[in-house]
């Protein structure tokens, strides 16, 4: 008897884990939250102007107004804590602070004489890469990928990039993508490249065309 009522209560415990909302499921950041989670939250919830505040990596009043406020915006429950849905949101949105500076750099290096769409552009296809089969899946490897930008050999990727280029590189990373879906881009007058010419337009833009 005493068996049946331990597995009859174990087996309680893992339903009531199982019917748990998936906020509550993982580590949430909230009211009192310290470390770099937060420092990285508050700089997301920053780059789509939810956050004003300096970055404390302290999940205080503002922060949690900011979250409210994001969770608003994509169509969450604004409790104003960050759980796991809310993280996953924010995080299809944004991109982290190193990897805005990289692409910030490809940017700059490769599209520095280009339209701000120009710019948005070049930033799009990296993100497009990472998500797409065939490329590496992080920001920073499609970039260090071996002769995917040349602007990373020549060493014109690690001058410092403008205030446009990180621009570009912040709307890029909220999916803003002139190139629908584009994976490469050549300046026709600098390229002899058949393969590359042969691949499918999907814009033009300035001196670029975009490719599939």
Not at 25 to 45: I, N, P
Not at 93 to 117: F, H, I, Q
Not at 144 to 169: I, R
Request: aromatic fraction near 8%; include cysteine.
């Amino acid at each position: 008897m005493k068996r049946k009522r331990r597995t009859l209560v174990l087996l309680m415990l893992i339903a009531s884990i199982l019917c748990l909302p998936l906020e509550a499921s993982a580590a949430s950041l909230k009211l009192g939250s310290k470390g770099t989670e937060v420092e990285d939250l508050q700089e997301r919830l920053y780059m789509l102007k939810y956050y004003k505040g300096n970055i404390t990596s302290y999940f205080g009043t503002s922060t949690k107004s900011a979250v409210a406020a994001f969770q608003k915006g994509a169509g969450l429950k604004p409790d104003g804590i960050a759980g796991s849905v809310t993280l996953h949101a924010l995080h299809k949105v944004t991109v982290d602070r190193s990897d805005l500076s990289r692409m910030a750099r490809v940017v700059n290096a490769e599209a520095g004489g280009e339209s701000y769409k120009g710019k948005i552009a070049v930033a799009a296809v990296i993100l497009n890469r990472a998500k797409t089969n065939g490329f590496p899946s992080t920001i920073r490897e499609v970039i260090f990928a071996p002769s995917a930008f040349s602007v990373v050999s020549n060493g014109q990727f690690w001058k410092m990039p403008t205030v446009s280029a990180l621009d570009a590189a912040k709307d890029a990373a909220k999916r803003i993508d002139p190139t629908h879906g584009a994976l490469y881009f050549y300046n026709p007058k600098m390229t002899d490249s058949e393969w590359m010419k042969s691949r499918p337009i999907t814009a033009k833009i300035g001196n670029h065309v975009f490719t599939k």
